[in-house]
T-cell receptor
Framework: LAKTTQPISMDSYEGQEVNITCSHN???????ITWYQQFPSQGPRFIIQ???TKVTNEVASLFIPADRKSSTLSLPRVSLSDTAVYYC?????????????FGQGTELSVKP | DGGITQSPKYLFRKEGQNVTLSCEQN?????MYWYRQDPGQGLRLIYY???????QKGDIAEGYSVSREKKESFPLTVTSAQKNPTAFYLC??????????????FGPGTRLTVT
């Protein structure tokens, strides 16, 4: 069962690149890695998803090493509006089972 | 305007009462999920449904019940057997319930307070 571990909090300044790492030592072969962003009293919003190597979209990059025991979410040039909690999710659901494990979240604070 | 709606946003109940939280989606998604979030913690999966008339227990299903009679709707009942029902409840849906990793779309949440 893949347990995920993330730093509780991180601080950054506007315009910097932020890297948040999630550890998932027991990731299973079929598990995907997904990152979500959550603002207070709102539902999480999908950022990016990957299985291995590197994935990039218009808002972030996701780096996954060959052993897949960790993953790093990279946010380029953060702004104040990126202040939020970021969750790493590991797992997949099959037709009759599977697991989805959310990390406890990393609270990112972006300062001017 | 497609999306997931949860109602109400805030809900107050007395201890010992059952309460049902609503979740509706018009995204034509097959799969729907219920999560619970406590202060400062991640989301924990309560129940999920990959198809109409079928649902599976998540990690913390005790004290909760669900039904999936329609594709668009997945109501969650918090029963009196749930020992710590006060929490933020989030509903989500996804288009692909199968083997691939799931990209979930979340509703705005319902904050339930039981006193």
């Amino acid at each position: 069962l893949a347990k995920t571990t993330q730093p509780i909090s991180m601080d950054s300044y506007e315009g910097q690149e932020v890297n948040i790492t999630c550890s998932h030592n027991n990731i299973a072969t079929n598990d995907y890695i997904t990152w979500y962003q959550q603002f207070p009293s709102q539902g999480p919003r999908f950022i990016i998803q990957g299985y291995k190597t590197k994935v990039t979209n218009e808002v972030a990059s996701l780096f996954i090493p060959a052993d897949r025991k960790s993953s790093t979410l990279s946010l380029p040039r953060v702004s104040l509006s990126d202040t939020a909690v970021y969750y790493c999710l590991v797992g997949t659901l099959y037709n009759q089972g599977g697991k989805l494990i959310f990390g406890q979240g990393t609270e990112l604070s972006v300062k001017p | 305007d497609g999306g997931i709606t949860q109602s109400p946003k805030y809900l107050f109940r007395k201890e010992g009462q059952n309460v049902t939280l609503s979740c509706e989606q018009n995204l034509n998604h097959d799969a729907m999920y219920w999560y619970r979030q406590d202060p400062g913690q991640g989301l924990r999966l309560i129940y999920y449904s990959q198809i109409v008339n079928d649902f599976q227990k998540g990690d913390i299903a005790e004290g909760y019940s669900v039904s999936r009679e329609k594709k668009e709707s997945f109501p969650l009942t918090v029963t009196s057997a749930q020992k710590n029902p006060t929490a933020f409840y989030l509903c989500a849906s996804s288009p692909t319930p199968g083997l691939a990793g799931v990209e979930q779309y979340f509703g705005p949440g319902t904050r339930l307070t039981v006193t």
